[in-house]
Structure formats: C-alpha cells, structure tokens
C-alpha cells in the first residue's frame, strides 16, 4: 500500500529560527513530490515539486530536498516568520497522487 | 490573476437536505478534482474529471456526485448530508499552461460544510 508519512505531527519555534519537516514515502514507481502549504481554513498552496532527478528545489526561504533512494524528502524552513505558522503537507504522485497527513507548524514571537 | 475558485466559502446545510458546491477555474487545465478534508487529516480525493471523463475513487459513497458541464466549472452534489459529511471540501485542477507544471495541483480555498 502506498503510504507518505510525516514527523513531527506538529512544531513549535521562536520566530527567526529555522526548521525542518520530514517525509517518508512507500510510493512506487515515483512520479513526483510535492511540498504545500496549508493555513488553516484554506486551500493549500505549492511550495516545490521536485521529480525522480532532482535532489534539492527552493522557494525562497523553504528548500525542499529529496533522496530517491531512501524514498525521504525534507523541507527546511530558513528564517522562520509568523505567517508561516501553518500545515505543510507532502504529496508524493505515482500516477495517483498520497498524501501525508501534514505537521502543523507554529511560530511563536 | 488565473485561479481556482470555490462558492461559497461556508455552507450550512440541514441533515438530509441535498447541497451543492461550485467550483471554477480560469486556468483552463483539463483535470479538476474534489477533495474532502477533515479536520487534522490529509484531503481525501473522492472523484476527477479528465476532460469530461469521470473517475471515482473505489470508497467514495454514493451520496456524493459530481458534474461537470463545460471546462471551467465543475459541482459536488451531496444528496442526502449527513453528520459525518461535515468537513471542508477542496477543488483542485491540474494541467498543461505554459510555465506550469503539468502535476503540479492548484487548490481552490475550499467550502467548509455544515450539517445541522
């Protein structure tokens, strides 16, 4: 069964400081992987998506990277701000798309 | 601004009364797709359309269907709401433009449903 797993389920930091999420992925054959970003009561919105050759991918301050070996991606957040207080959710496509379940990122003053 | 829209942002329905959500989008991408999501939980695809091809997903119930009568519009019809159908409902299109990705989904703000 195709499965996208991500860690932390949620995050609290210090505005300013960086961070990074996690996901892992069972999804076979690879298509692509997609990072987004959720804020609450809204649509998510795509940060990067990056295909079977392309190990790292950024968006200003968010720097998607991935591992197709060892089928995991991360986002790393640099500089955090308050409005990135949000869920991040990574959607991994093999034709169809799975999605992760998300961390929910908190950025505190 | 091309984009992907969804009316109305908050729908209140009673228990067992059909309801209908609207989605457009001026993206004229070829795939829209209806998502259901629940609170702390990734979106659930319940059906696509591929041009006017229809695809729904194997446990969708079939209290939900959808239409789609030309490229820019696309509607969920929950025939009989129950409890459980509260939640927010995404669209979400997907498609050939030129400097976007082909995968890459474009989300609407989602309805967020109400059952009374």
């Known amino acids: 069964k195709n499965q996208v797993e991500q860690s932390p389920q949620s995050l609290i930091i210090l505005e300013g400081k960086n961070c990074t999420l996690q996901?892992?992925?069972?999804?076979?054959?690879?298509?692509?992987l997609r990072w987004y970003k959720q804020d609450t009561g809204r649509g998510p919105v795509s940060l990067t998506i990056?295909?079977?050759?392309?190990n790292t991918k950024s968006n200003g301050r968010y720097t998607a990277t991935l591992d197709a070996d060892t089928k995991q991606s991360s986002l790393h957040i640099t500089a955090s701000q308050l409005s990135d207080s949000a869920s991040y959710i990574c959607?991994?496509?093999?034709?169809?798309?799975?999605f992760g379940d998300g961390t929910t990122l908190t950025v505190k003053p | 601004d091309a984009m992907v829209i969804q009316n109305p942002r908050y729908q209140v329905t009673q228990f067992g009364k059909p309801v209908t959500l609207s989605c457009s989008q001026t993206?004229?991408?070829?795939?829209m797709y209806w998502y259901q999501q629940k609170s702390s939980q990734a979106p659930k695809l319940l059906f696509h359309y591929y041009d006017k091809d229809f695809n729904n997903e194997a446990d969708t119930p079939d209290n939900f269907q959808s239409r789609r009568p030309n490229t820019s519009f696309c509607f969920l019809d929950i025939r009989s709401p129950g409890l459980g159908d509260a939640a927010m409902y995404l669209c979400?299109?997907?498609?050939?433009?030129?400097?976007?990705?082909?995968?890459?989904?474009?989300f609407g703000p989602g309805t967020r449903l109400l059952v009374l």
């Open positions: 959607v991994v496509s093999a034709g169809k798309s799975t």
């Open positions: 990056m295909t079977f050759s392309e």
């Open positions: 993206l004229n991408h070829n795939v």
């Open positions: 996901c892992n992925y069972t999804v076979s054959p690879f298509s692509n």
């Open positions: 979400a299109t997907s498609g050939r433009t030129s400097g976007g990705s082909k995968e890459t989904q474009y």
